[in-house]
């Protein structure tokens, strides 16, 4: 698995696959938060800018994802 992005978009498509992995029961919640914090570590700026999701990326990932993203980013 890559963990930096340079695309916002591939960047928003592995967050959104990540999550709807977990809430189709693929995948724990220790390993989605184990993915994403490697994730949004390695992108930094490009994910979260000021505490808020980026714009490009939460219109992707929609509403009830971002607030699964934010659970995890804000532990």
Partial sequence: M??????PKELAT???DS???YLEDLVTYD???????KVINANG???YKN???ALQIS???G???VEIVNKIYNK
């Fill in 63 to 65: 509403e009830s994802r």
């Fill in 51 to 53: 505490g808020i999701i």
């Fill in 2 to 7: 890559r963990a930096v992005y340079k695309n």
């Fill in 45 to 47: 700026e490009r994910v």
């Fill in 31 to 37: 390993q989605l938060e184990q993915k994403l914090t």
């Fill in 59 to 61: 219109n992707v990932l």
């Fill in 14 to 16: 592995v967050i959104k």
């Fill in 19 to 21: 999550v709807d992995a």
